[in-house]
């Protein structure tokens, strides 16, 4: 059991959209990613996500609305929920994930990261 410092942990790495697991908890990774500009329309068939801000403001469309989250917000995306996350300026965030998530679910493109790196 050691603690983690999120901000120490963001230190470590500069690249956006590429997740970075930091723990876990029984099967469920708690990753940081730092995001920036479009990421792609995407769903999970069969995982929920929870997206927790910490630094900045951050956009998510669903086909019908956007939602806006800053810092110390969260929103769960039910699994099967089209979604795609944006943001202007760089933001940090938390992603609370089962084991094994990809994070472009079902649609592959450049941004997807297959093995994720422990930091």
């Given at each position: 059991m050691?603690?983690?410092?999120?901000r120490?942990?963001?230190?470590?790495?500069?690249?956006?959209?590429?997740?970075?697991?930091?723990?876990a908890?029984?099967?469920?990774?708690?990753k940081?990613v730092?995001?920036?500009?479009d990421?792609v329309?995407?769903?999970h068939?069969?995982?929920?996500?929870?997206?927790?801000?910490?630094?900045?403001?951050?956009?998510?469309?669903?086909?019908?609305?956007?939602?806006?989250?800053?810092?110390g917000?969260?929103?769960?995306?039910?699994?099967?929920?089209?979604?795609?996350?944006s943001?202007?300026?760089?933001?940090?965030?938390?992603?609370?994930?089962?084991?094994?998530?990809?994070?472009?679910?079902?649609?592959?493109?450049?941004?997807?990261?297959?093995e994720?790196?422990?930091?």
């Amino acid at each position: 059991m050691q603690k983690v410092n999120l901000r120490d942990k963001l230190a470590l790495f500069s690249d956006h959209w590429s997740p970075k697991v930091v723990d876990a908890v029984d099967d469920y990774e708690i990753k940081l990613v730092k995001v920036q500009g479009d990421f792609v329309w995407h769903q999970h068939d069969d995982e929920d996500e929870l997206f927790l801000f910490m630094e900045g403001q951050r956009n998510i469309a669903f086909r019908d609305r956007t939602v806006t989250l800053g810092a110390g917000e969260f929103l769960v995306v039910p699994k099967g929920v089209e979604h795609r996350p944006s943001a202007d300026a760089e933001c940090h965030v938390l992603l609370f994930e089962r084991r094994g998530v990809v994070n472009t679910g079902d649609a592959a493109s450049d941004l997807t990261v297959r093995e994720l790196e422990r930091i």
